[in-house]
């Protein structure tokens, strides 16, 4: 009997230790669409920067506050949920490194098929 309750407090140990918490949880933005929401917010603030830059009337936390209003609308998401969500994502990192990593690989290849753009074979001459 006590070995059988050895077992089990050991398989629950075992079990428990393998969970690392970061799940996302259901009410939390899931990460192919968190990815899509920071991706647009990121391009949206070099959009505002780059306005404000050229404009020295653009209010920067304004023409911010639009843009972003506008990204929650494409993505059907409120201020609120977002916060929350990144705020979570914030906390775990586990789970925001992957996507962060991956925005990166599709910034290079975005630079990557610019740069292809630009390059001009040579033309043959017969």
């Known amino acids: 009997m006590i070995k059988k309750s050895i077992y089990f407090v ?4 075992l079990l428990v230790s ?5 799940e996302v949880p259901r009410d939390i933005i899931q990460p192919t669409e968190m990815k899509g929401i920071l991706w647009d917010m990121m391009s949206a ?6 306005a404000a830059r050229k404009d020295s009337s653009t209010n920067l936390a304004a023409e911010m506050k639009v843009l972003s209003k506008k990204v929650f609308e494409i993505h ?8 929350k969500s990144y705020n979570w994502y914030i906390k775990h990192p586990v789970v925001l490194k992957p996507i962060f990593d ?6 290079q290849r975005g630079r990557d098929l610019e740069e292809r753009s630009k ?4 033309k043959k001459i017969f």
């Open 10 to 13: 050991l398989a629950t140990l």
């Open 18 to 22: 393998c969970y690392t918490g970061d």
């Open 45 to 50: 603030q070099a959009w505002a920067s780059e």
């Open 76 to 83: 059907k998401v409120d201020s609120l949920r977002f916060n």
């Open 102 to 107: 991956s925005m990166y690989t599709q910034k």
């Open 119 to 122: 390059v001009h074979p040579l």
